[in-house]
């Protein structure tokens, strides 16, 4: 029988094999781990002036390391991100892991028996991440996983002798919850193995006895539970009736409460305390109008952190658990904040800060004094990035009405500096579709602004995560065509606004972003000058397919059900495959060989039928990357092309 290793390489030959038959490629190169077909050579000018902003970097917060020794971060001095040590605010930055594959991820055991920390990692972005031991004292790793199922969710028990987590081994299909004991870290025994959604562990009781687990459905609906470790029974928390969401985040210090954010009976995700006894929950942070996302406890459970995402931007707080009082952290700046977590010793808290004009870096505040430290100070190429575009956040009119008025759609616009217009545009589509631009430190909006010209805007159509549930359930099922009309009433805007050239539009995005690029390209086809699809879905019914098993309920939940006949002739009718006769524009597709999430099959087949069509595309295909590229040498390749196809495409033209 062919092993599971042996089939994988099969399929990615296969994959390759076909892209090699492709019809009517012009011209097909191989650099490096790179396939090209219709890529032009990239001219020295491209390559001299895109070299600065290609060499930026950025660090993120992995863990405290135990014993007050300083910090484990993720940093990239090579190819790939890679975990390094930092004993002090400014301290260097000590390589410790060595893989041709990105690690960004580790968390140390709290027990001081245990010298090192769990991490995952996969290979060539397939998502099948392992897990892996690394000891602190030998500076070596070892593979505790089973090597084939795809595994993540590490959470220590409290003594650190144990750890949960999530992993698809008993089938590749459904996602349980394992434990594994630190005498024996090899050994996983199950503890929920019920299928439906994933399963996720999110936080020890304070005796160990009992664990919060999160089954997560959609970004729409999401259960929590108490799981007894020693009965294995699950107690659910929050009404599964109701299609909501709940996301239980800690215990309090008690082991009788349980903190979590929900947006039952709410717009937003609110932030909530409930009472494992009595059942009753009570609403927190229902003055903050917005989502609260992510949060930390520390060790002895008396504080906590949280952020609430404002318009885009997050917004740090400080929470004491005594009294449930809590306020905005003051004077940082606007941007993203995140990777928190408290120091297990100290009154001192770790994050990463990110805006338009700096790279994600590592901080740490303290507690007591308000004091900010920087730990990191990534380079930026030499680039004086205070001439950076600045995000403008605009709103736009669509073609719907709420509460009797136009509806309104959140964008933002980066515009060069200095520069007389009317600019030249691109469309910048974020994917998910659950997901939201969040505006961020973007060495490639930079240099298309500031070496190029061209202003980028970035809208949050409907769909978008952010603005509350009503809004992120608007595209839903056979309303996924109105996301795309909100693009074509973005393109209204700019052709009323006299900064912008309404005869240079391009549209670029990736994943569900990729799918919106190639209907705008047949929607708008008069429009849209050209267009940049990265590991995008061109039709929805092969994609729901093709996509790994683990995924296809999640993304039906979203997208609607192929296998219904009513939505599967919706489905057919608005795929990108479908409408190939209406694409009057040049096409870059991007893709990675490896993508467990859209396969390469989806631009395999654009690519095919555009040329089938007579039409202009480009391709690329990276044989070791999955959704998206995380290797430098890649990204660049891309960033490359991405600029010579505008200039050509939409400057030039």
Known sequence: MMSTSQFTKLISFLILLAVFASPQAQERREEGNMILEDIPEIPAEITSRILQYQNTRSASFVDWIPGDQGMLISTRFGSTSQLHTVTMPG?????????????????????????????????????????????????????LSDGASRNFGLTWSNKGDQFAFTSSRRNGKDFDIYISDMKSPKKAVIKVDRGGGYWIPVDWSPDDKQLIVLQYLSSTKSNSYILDLDSKELTQINDGAQEAVFLAQGWDKTGTKIYASTNISKEFNTLAIYDVQTKKMEFITDDIPWNIEGGAINKSRTKAAFTANENGFRQLYLMDLETNNYEKVPNLPMG???????????????????TTATPGDIYSLDLVGGETKRWTNSEVGGLDTSLFPKPELIRYETFDQLDGKPRMIPAFVYKPQNVKGPLPVMISIHGGPEGQHSPSFSSFYAFLANEMGIAVIAPNVRGSAGYGKTYLKLDNGFNREDSVKDIGKLIEWIESNNTFNKDKIAVFGGSYGGYMVLSSMYNFNDKIKCGVDIVGISNFVTFLENTKAYRRDLRRAEYGDEREPKMRAYLESISPTNHVEEFKSPLFVIQGANDPRVPASESEQMVKSIRENNGVVWYMLAKDEGHGFRKKENRDRMTEAVAVFLKENLLDN
């Open 91 to 143: 301290g260097a930055r000590s390589q410790i892991s060595f893989f041709k594959e990105p690690v960004s991820n580790g968390s140390f055991s709290p027990s001081p028996e245990y010298n090192g920390f769990l991490f995952t990692k996969d290979i060539g972005g397939n998502e099948y991440s392992q897990i892996f031991w690394y000891d602190m004292k030998s500076r070596t790793s070892e593979m």
């Open 336 to 354: 993203q904040i995140y990777s928190f977590a408290f120091h297990p010793e100290r009154e001192e808290l770790a994050m990463v800060m990110n």
